[in-house]
């Protein structure tokens, strides 16, 4: 009987070591204290990586790189983008596909998303400032999937990819560091916590807000005009064409957003909406057309 000792020994000590390697691939929860980064995303809504670390789209740039979609039933597109820490933004503008922020120690890369017009190089962001919104199917170079894109890296936005662990836990929950392809897919469901920050409203003079101050707008055909800056609902009103019959587009690095107050669907002015948060500014150019 003891000459079967030393082998059981060896089958314990082996056994405990799977466990515990396969305990170190679990997502752990974190206390408050400890999270490092938020979701970037309003505060309850609940994300799953579609896919996660050592993917065939991530290796060899940012392997432990996260594919961010909704699991809570809402559609990932048009989801609101909100900075998921504080630091000098880079990217951005709505002629881009991505985001990222710089830190004294790390970047975070923010990827696939419609940025908002005021998100602009070089800007100060702090934790919970909205970016812009998740890009609809196909577009943002996102393959057909809306998602999100996070990574983390430490040297720039293609520096060394870390993985979501220690001082960069996600919401509070790990993603420690594995070799294993695709090893988070789908799991775990983490809800974010990232307290959206105050937007800041546009500010247009009284004389000039909900007019129409230059050009006019025709009956038929396009026409081209100046708007005096404030919402959607005073542009379709000055307009005075009718919210089911007038269509809007301004240029946005070279090329056309366009804005159709009658859309059943809110992604079809998901990138308009991105544009102007916080309403019109006052003296922006744009082609009305009436129909």
């Known amino acids: 009987m003891h000459t079967h000792r030393p082998a059981l020994v060896t089958l314990i000590a082996l056994v405990g070591v799977l466990i515990a390697l396969l305990l170190a691939l679990l997502p752990r929860e974190a206390d408050a204290a400890s999270i490092g980064l938020r979701m970037p995303a309003p505060a ?14 991530h290796l060899g740039v940012d392997p432990y790189a996260l594919d961010l979609v909704r699991a809570d ?54 934790q919970g400032q909205r970016l812009g919104v998740v890009a609809p199917e196909g577009q943002k170079g996102n393959n057909g999937l809306p998602h999100i894109h996070l990574a983390v890296n430490r040297g720039g936005s293609s520096g060394t990819s870390l993985p979501f662990d220690g001082d960069y836990l996600l ?9 294993a392809p695709n090893a988070y897919s789908g799991a775990p469901v983490v809800t974010s916590t ?30 081209l005009v100046m708007f005096g800056g404030g919402s959607n609902a005073e542009l ?15 240029t946005i690095g070279g090329r056309f957003v366009g804005y159709i107050p009658a859309a059943l669907v809110p992604q079809v002015n998901a990138e308009w909406d991105a544009t102007f948060p916080g309403g019109i500014p006052a003296n922006t150019p744009m082609l009305v057309r009436c129909r």
Request: hydrophobic share 45%; charged share 5%.
């Open 73 to 126: 039933g809402v559609p990932t597109a048009g989801t609101v983008v909100l900075a998921p820490i504080s630091g000098t933004l880079g990217g951005g503008g709505t002629s881009q596909d991505c985001a990222w922020i710089r830190t004294p120690d790390v970047t975070v890369l923010i990827c696939h998303i419609i940025t908002d017009s005021t998100a602009v190089r070089n800007a100060t962001v702090v």
């Open 236 to 250: 379709v009103n000055a307009a005075a064409c009718g919210s089911t019959s007038a269509t809007f587009w301004v």
């Open 194 to 223: 990232n307290a959206a920050a105050p937007a800041t409203p546009i500010v247009v003079a009284a004389s000039l807000r909900g007019r129409i101050v230059s050009g006019v707008v025709q009956t038929q055909g396009l026409g």
């Open 171 to 179: 919401d509070g929950v790990a993603f420690p560091a594995t070799t």
């Open 44 to 57: 309850g809504t609940q994300w799953k990586a579609a896919s996660g670390y050592n993917t065939a789209t």
